[in-house]
T-cell receptor
Framework: NAGVTQTPKFQVLKTGQSMTLQCAQD?????MSWYRQDPGMGLRLIHY???????DQGEVPNGYNVSRSTTEDFPLRLLSAAPSQTSVYFC????????????FGEGSRLTVL | AQKVTQAQTEISVVEKEDVTLDCVYE???????LFWYKQPPSGELVFLIR????DEQNEISGRYSWNFQKSTSSFNFTITASQVVDSAVYFC????????????WGAGTKLIIKP
């Protein structure tokens, strides 16, 4: 039972570099989302998707891009990394959209120097 | 605007003590959902409970219980006879039925259970 799989678990970038955080789920969930977690701030929604081909912005979308070409995959792209994007990123999926139980990946710790 | 407040940043108790984590929410909507999630030291986030605004029944699951009171806009979480494995950060979250798929998260309460 893989659930939600995120890669990589750790990444160090230099300012200005780009990268993609991968997220895949094998539960056939329509709803997927990306959060960032910063100390003392809880989780903040970056982008979400309610199905293949449909994405939308969350609370803090600037500097990030997403796509949803399949039900299973929901990659998060950092276009030009900045130190302010140093954070822990979580991918989550749900069968019940935002009102349902969220299944989270293990998280990806990103450091931007 | 919606808001979730977890005023207790950190709580430390000795094993076997009971402990209550507070969650106060703000919303003007009548249909909403409240959640608790657990984040153990390993880092993953684990769903604990969901409650909708029309169901004020308290819930008990083993040593865990939840007290939902609309009159005080609170959804508190109590662990009875705490154990070291309960040590984690606990998050309370709120979403509205018509919220553009946004969950509003509290800042979390770090619970430390000492042996």
């Amino acid at each position: 039972n893989a659930g939600v799989t995120q890669t990589p678990k750790f990444q160090v970038l230099k300012t200005g570099q780009s990268m993609t955080l991968q997220c895949a789920q094998d539960m056939n969930h329509e709803y997927m989302s990306w959060y960032r977690q910063d100390p003392g701030m809880g989780l903040r929604l970056i982008h979400y998707s309610v199905g293949a081909g449909i994405t939308d912005q969350g609370e803090v979308p600037n500097g990030y891009n997403v796509s949803r070409s399949t039900t299973e995959d929901f990659p998060l792209r950092l276009l030009s990394a900045a130190p302010s994007q140093t954070s822990v990123y979580f991918c989550a999926s749900s069968t019940g959209a935002h009102t349902g139980e969220l299944f989270f990946g293990e998280g990806s710790r990103l450091t931007v120097l | 605007a919606q808001k979730v407040t977890q005023a207790q940043t950190e709580i430390s108790v000795v094993e076997k003590e009971d402990v209550t984590l507070d969650c106060v929410y703000e919303t003007r909507d009548t249909t909403y959902y409240l959640f608790w999630y657990k984040q153990p030291p390993s880092g993953e986030l684990v769903f604990l409970i969901r409650r909708n605004s029309f169901d004020e029944q308290n819930e008990i699951s083993g040593r865990y219980s939840w007290n939902f009171q609309k009159s005080t806009s609170s959804f508190n979480f109590t662990i009875t006879a705490s154990q070291v494995v309960d040590s984690a950060v606990y998050f309370c979250a709120l979403t509205l039925l018509d919220s553009n798929y946004q969950l509003i998260w509290g800042a979390g309460t770090k619970l430390i259970i000492k042996p």
